[in-house]
């Protein structure tokens, strides 16, 4: 059943009706809440620190064994697969209080300390695979930034233009940045709400820069400032400019 | 995300997720790293606002001491000012303000000491910075680590990882500093020495006072790592202090090559 399931994932994923069992009440629920978490593909039992167990939104891991309860997948970390075999989920309110309970056969279900050391399992040998592949990447990128640090470094030896070496520059200096960004801040693999939150201010840094472009930098202010070395506010358009005012302007020495 | 457990209240005010998340139920993202994020988004304002204003000032400017500006004192006691645009043994051609190519030739100039006949306008130590550059993502490669080491499950090399980025970071302020006091005590190039130097030292002091910030956080999270409060079961803290340093180094790279070599 879990064949017509279209999830990307390299979970060993021979799906057992018998192994878990949510009951309808539970299995409504889960629907209802992965329906509203589109980005969410599976319904997965954790433990936590304390024993109890827990069912959270995910998607798929490597190393999940998944198990197909009608239009909801369970998946539990690989090695622990064993110690919930005969777990019952239902959904209930009783006493006022309203949730998920477990029970069943599953040793997980009936002894806390069973749970924490599914948690353990997971944490030690489910993550091993994914570890290896992420360092070799970061590898991967640290190697780039360092060629193309030298890279920019080379670039004021070479014998081409003024523009074209700031140009070269800063397409190097971005790419740079875009890696760091990337892959080592994890936004390549965030979802929508890094362009809601990084959006509305990079417009508004630019915008705000250019805005005052005009003002600040080709604006005619009639005399160079005396004090400070660059001499700001002359036109940047080759308008000339009489031969005392820029030597006085430089303070360096 | 929701996590449910047999007793919990149906949609409770946020959950626990693996590795120590706490996530909101509205919104698909942990709370710690929401919040970082939206500081950082102010941090990317408040840089871009120091490096366009840079931009926008050179851009007014007739002159700047970049990398390829030179000062050439003639025996006449003129002072040439340009950028190097040929050099032989012998002579160099230097671009005037005016436009104008000028060769001087080593001859009819004043030898000065250590500087030679031919001297820097900018005071800038640009192969100290490229090691430092080059130290600062070494640092944000140990911090990646140290994180992966972290979801793996590995305590220990998690706590190397985190170290060495905290020792790295402070060997790039220790330069940075090293850097400031030769510049202000031998160059004598001091904020007020001109408007490049202005914008140098508010730029590249932020960005230290920044950096510095950012071990003495590394620091306490290597403490409550120590501690056991953080590691492979809570292992949020170090992605959100991973953020903040991978941002600091983001915008050094930016500021190295706006400041130094352009």
Redesign the interface.
């Known amino acids: 059943m879990s064949d017509s399931i279209p999830l990307a994932s390299t979970s060993s994923a021979a799906s057992n009706n018998d192994w878990i069992t949510l009951t309808q009440g539970a299995r409504d629920k889960a629907k209802e ?1 992965l329906a509203a ?1 589109k ?2 593909e599976v319904v997965r039992v ?1 433990f ?2 304390q024993g ?7 998607k798929l891991r490597p190393g999940d064994k998944t198990f197909a309860q009608g239009d909801v997948t369970v998946a539990v970390g690989g090695v622990a697969a064993d110690l919930v075999k005969g777990l019952v989920v239902d959904f209930q309110s009783s006493g006022g ?6 029970g069943g056969t599953a040793p997980a279900a009936t002894d806390p300390k069973v749970a924490i050391k599914a948690r353990e399992l997971i ?2 040998g489910g ?2 695979h ?2 290896h592949s ?2 070799s990447q ?2 991967n ?2 190697y780039s ?2 060629v193309l ?1 030298v890279l ?2 080379g ?2 030896w070479l014998p081409i233009g ?1 523009l074209a ?2 140009l070269m ?2 397409v ?3 790419t ?2 875009a890696l ?2 990337a ?3 994890h936004l390549k693999f965030e ?1 929508r ?2 362009h809601v ?2 959006v ?3 417009m ?3 915008i ?2 250019f805005a ?2 005009p003002d ?4 005619e202010h009639g005399n ?1 400032s005396t004090k ?7 036109s ?1 358009h ?1 308008i000339e ?1 009489p031969a005392e005012a ?2 006085s ?5 | 995300m929701s996590h449910a457990t047999a007793t919990a209240h149906e949609t409770p005010a946020h959950e626990v997720g693996e590795g120590g998340h706490h996530y909101q139920p509205s919104v698909p993202l942990s709370i710690g790293k929401f919040a970082m994020w939206l500081f950082l988004a102010t941090e990317i304002m408040f840089f871009t606002g120091l490096i366009g204003s840079y931009v926008v000032l050179r851009f007014g400017s007739k002159s700047w001491p970049t990398p390829e500006a030179r000062i050439v004192t003639l025996k006449t006691g003129e002072e040439v000012r340009g950028e190097e645009a040929e050099k032989t043994k012998d002579s160099v051609t230097l671009v005037l303000e005016s436009g104008k190519k000028r060769t001087i030739q080593k001859a009819d100039a004043v030898s000065e000491g250590e500087h030679g006949w031919i001297r820097n306008q900018s005071p800038l130590n640009l192969p100290l910075t490229a090691a430092n550059t080059f130290f600062l993502i070494c640092s944000s490669v140990t911090m990646v680590l140290s994180l992966s080491a972290a979801q793996g499950g590995d305590r220990a090399k998690m706590l190397r990882f985190l170290l060495a980025t905290i020792v790295i970071g402070a060997v790039f302020v220790g330069i940075q500093v090293f850097e400031y006091r030769k510049l202000i005590f031998e160059e004598h190039f001091v904020p007020g020495t001109n408007i490049f130097a202005s914008c140098f030292y508010v730029m590249t002091g932020c960005h230290g006072a920044h950096v510095t910030g950012g071990v003495i956080y590394l620091i306490t999270v290597y403490l409550r790592a120590l501690a056991g409060k953080v590691g492979p079961h809570n292992h949020e803290p170090i992605e959100v202090a991973g953020l903040y340093w991978h941002f600091v180094d983001l915008v050094w790279i930016l500021l190295f090559t706006v400041v130094y070599l352009i």
């Open positions: 809440y978490n980005d969410r954790t936590d620190a109890n167990l827990g069912l959270e939104l995910d209080k309203v949730g998920f309970s477990f944490a030690a993550a091993g994914d570890q992420h360092v970061y590898m990128v640290f930034l360092i640090t920019e470094l670039c004021t003024k070496v700031v520059l800063m190097l200096a971005v740079k940045a760091v960004g892959y080592f801040m979802g709400w890094k939150i990084l509305p201010p990079t508004l840094a630019i705000l820069v005052l472009m600040i930098s080709f604006a160079a400070t070395g660059a001499s700001v506010g002359q940047g080759g400019v820029p030597a302007g430089h303070g360096n020495h």
